[in-house]
């Protein structure tokens, strides 16, 4: 069980059974998506002025790390914070979680992107290369899921996600 949407898999019933699993999971995972990005941004100067894709593996891999351990456990406090009672934070998040698509989609987006940027990372950069290419991958899968979260109509007007799915909703009401 990696990320929130992996539980809808095991997970049958229609509340979480397992909410503080999906809760932590899923912020471990968004603060490896952060840090990810930052990293890229922050290694992509140092990338051009060494005209190498080395620096981007070893500034988003250092900003994984970071995100994962220092950014995660902070968006987690801050998280129970706004609630009187842990359980209830936790099982109104993994219960938001299980059924919001778009975040599903991007973790989705980001797993996969990940996989693949470990598998080329590997062979490119052994043998640390594994993880600088989970990590770059990692943030392109979400670069990717927020360049493609519109659609078009059939008069050529862009739709945003939330935007068709606030439409779906009304017409189902």
């Given at each position: 069980m990696v990320?929130?949407?992996?539980?809808?898999?095991f997970d049958t019933s229609d509340e979480p059974r397992f909410p503080r699993a999906v809760?932590?999971?899923?912020?471990?995972?968004?603060?490896?998506?952060?840090?990810?990005?930052?990293g890229i941004a922050t290694g992509l100067a140092s990338a051009i002025r060494k005209r190498?894709?080395?620096?981007?593996?070893k500034?988003?891999?250092n900003g994984a790390i970071f995100g994962t351990v220092v950014i995660a456990?902070?968006?987690?406090f801050m998280k129970y914070?706004?609630?009187?009672?842990v359980k209830d934070?936790?099982?109104?998040r993994a219960y938001r979680l299980k059924y919001h698509e778009t975040q599903n989609r991007c973790d989705?987006?980001?797993?996969?992107?990940?996989v693949a940027g470990a598998a080329i990372g590997a062979t490119a950069y052994p043998p640390l290369g594994m993880a600088g290419g989970f990590c770059v991958g990692t943030a392109l899968g979400v670069g990717l899921h927020v360049a493609t979260s519109f659609t078009f109509t059939p008069d050529g007007q862009r739709v945003s996600l939330k935007e068709q799915w606030k439409q779906s909703r009304q017409k189902i009401g």
């Amino acid at each position: 069980m990696v990320l929130p949407f992996i539980f809808e898999y095991f997970d049958t019933s229609d509340e979480p059974r397992f909410p503080r699993a999906v809760l932590v999971t899923h912020v471990i995972y968004k603060g490896t998506q952060l840090g990810s990005i930052a990293g890229i941004a922050t290694g992509l100067a140092s990338a051009i002025r060494k005209r190498t894709f080395a620096p981007i593996f070893k500034h988003c891999t250092n900003g994984a790390i970071f995100g994962t351990v220092v950014i995660a456990p902070l968006m987690l406090f801050m998280k129970y914070r706004t609630y009187e009672d842990v359980k209830d934070c936790e099982f109104d998040r993994a219960y938001r979680l299980k059924y919001h698509e778009t975040q599903n989609r991007c973790d989705k987006f980001s797993l996969v992107s990940s996989v693949a940027g470990a598998a080329i990372g590997a062979t490119a950069y052994p043998p640390l290369g594994m993880a600088g290419g989970f990590c770059v991958g990692t943030a392109l899968g979400v670069g990717l899921h927020v360049a493609t979260s519109f659609t078009f109509t059939p008069d050529g007007q862009r739709v945003s996600l939330k935007e068709q799915w606030k439409q779906s909703r009304q017409k189902i009401g």
